[in-house]
């Protein structure tokens, strides 16, 4: 019954908006609700949840685009003439809202019986009291989050769709200062059906620990390097999610511009959009678009792109929306997004790879690379957790270190893609990547 009432107030809305003469509308109701179990600097935070919802309004009048929104339930109306005031100055409309219906499923997946407060607030302290023990100075922040959301479209069109997500969250950041030493380690995931193992995170931050016991010098040169699943994310996939944004070819600033069908990438590379998976499973998109399974790099091949309803109607040539049109916030016009990653595997274990390295650097955690130069696909980032592999083992953590290249000669020349995919962020399925002959800068 709550979802049909809501469902009526936005074909209330949809219908004042037509009487102001929007010709084309749509409506979009968000809403959440967040219940974090934190702690910070190795003591439990007061447990606050959060709530929140609004209503965003995107309509065309005369040709022109209005958008408004708010969060406050007694001005819906107000927002409809926002909106329509808004279209008078808008940008020009290039594209109509969608006609295609989509699967109004709405659960994506089912919460689980809630977890008692306690028990999350003693797990949460295990973690905390365990890794404290390493040393005297480690401070531990970190916890458990349960976000719940919901998000109901419709349009002049008759399109409708509905969607609940609950997004499990677990993560822990150790951070020790020994004078000058700066050392942070991060570890976190998300899922659909459970918490991820907090002493899964425990063990793997306590490894790195370990390994950082000594700082190791490095000297400036070429050497076979490592990327683990959250340094592949950080550099190259990243830098892939600009190069193939629709808006980015559309607005010809892409390298990858007219490369359409072009081999520009080592074979071992492979990259699809799986919407079906992951935490960011869903079946449309924030333009009521449905969403659909896509091979963006086929084997080194620039295989497609990915677009909102804008990106995709400036570009023209019969380009259509690929259900990738995401709102950053409720008061913003959607762009294109990616949901959901996959990076192929390659045949040899992570440790396979590590074992056969006679002197080489494994990257894992990077700092500065939104600082670069992402459109001609350059990068250059500094080394915020990295260690040496000295005789295929973990010889110390390096300091100082900078990575820098170019993913077009990088990616051209892959050594080696683990069989192993580790799940980054919730959402992206990542291997580890080998890159022989790689210069690390050091001071």
Not at 145 to 168: A, I, M, P, Q
Not at 317 to 330: C, I, P, Q, R
Not at 375 to 404: T, Y
């Amino acid at each position: 019954m709550q979802t049909k009432s809501k469902i009526t107030n936005l074909e209330i809305l949809l219908e004042l908006a037509k009487k102001h003469g929007a010709g084309n509308v749509e409506i979009i109701q968000k809403s959440y609700t967040e219940n974090p179990v934190s702690f910070e600097n190795n003591k439990l935070k007061i447990l606050e949840s959060k709530e929140n919802s609004g209503i965003a309004v995107r309509l065309i009048k005369t040709g022109k685009i209005g958008l408004s929104s708010t969060t406050n339930p007694e001005a819906l109306e107000r927002t409809i003439i926002s909106a329509i005031e808004a279209s008078e100055y808008g940008p020009e409309a290039t594209f109509e809202f969608t006609k295609e219906k989509i699967d109004s499923r709405g659960v994506i997946n089912q919460a689980h019986t809630d977890i008692p407060l306690e028990e999350l607030v003693e797990r949460g302290t295990k973690v905390v009291n365990s890794l404290s023990a390493f040393h005297k100075d480690i401070l531990i922040s970190g916890g458990f989050n349960l976000l719940s959301g919901e998000t109901v479209y419709l349009n002049s069109n008759g399109v409708f769709g509905e969607r609940n997500r609950t997004v499990y969250s677990t993560s822990f950041y150790a951070n020790l200062v020994r004078g000058e030493d700066f050392l942070g380690i991060y570890d976190g995931n998300s899922s659909l059906e459970e918490f991820p193992s907090e002493f899964e995170m425990q063990n793997k931050i306590l490894e790195k620990l370990n390994y950082s016991k000594e700082n190791v010098l490095l000297n400036t040169k070429r050497y076979p390097v490592i990327f683990t699943p959250h340094a592949v994310m950080g550099i190259f996939v990243d830098i892939l999610n600009v190069i193939l944004n629709g808006k980015t070819i559309q607005q010809g600033i892409s390298p990858l511009v007219g490369k359409l069908g072009q081999k520009l990438f080592s074979e071992k590379l492979t990259l699809n959009e799986n919407p079906d998976i992951g935490t960011a499973k869903i079946h449309f998109d924030d333009e009521g678009v449905r969403t659909k399974e896509k091979k963006l790099i086929d084997r080194g091949t620039i295989n497609s792109f990915y677009f909102d309803l804008s990106s995709a109607s400036r570009l023209g040539s019969g380009t259509s929306s690929t259900g990738n049109g995401f709102k950053g916030g409720l008061a913003a016009a959607p762009v294109p997004k990616l949901t959901n990653l996959q990076v192929g595997q390659g045949k040899k274990s992570y440790k396979e790879l590590i074992k056969n390295i006679k002197e080489g650097v494994l990257v894992d955690q990077v700092l500065g690379a939104g600082q670069s130069n992402t459109l001609a696909g350059e990068f250059s980032v500094g080394i915020d957790l990295g260690f040496k592999i000295v005789n295929g083992e973990i010889n110390g953590r390096i300091k100082n270190c900078m990575v820098a290249g170019n993913i077009f000669d990088l990616l051209k020349n892959i050594t080696e893609i683990s069989s192993e995919v580790e799940c980054v962020y919730g959402s992206n399925f990542i291997p580890w990547f080998l890159i022989d002959d790689l210069t690390i800068g050091a001071k």
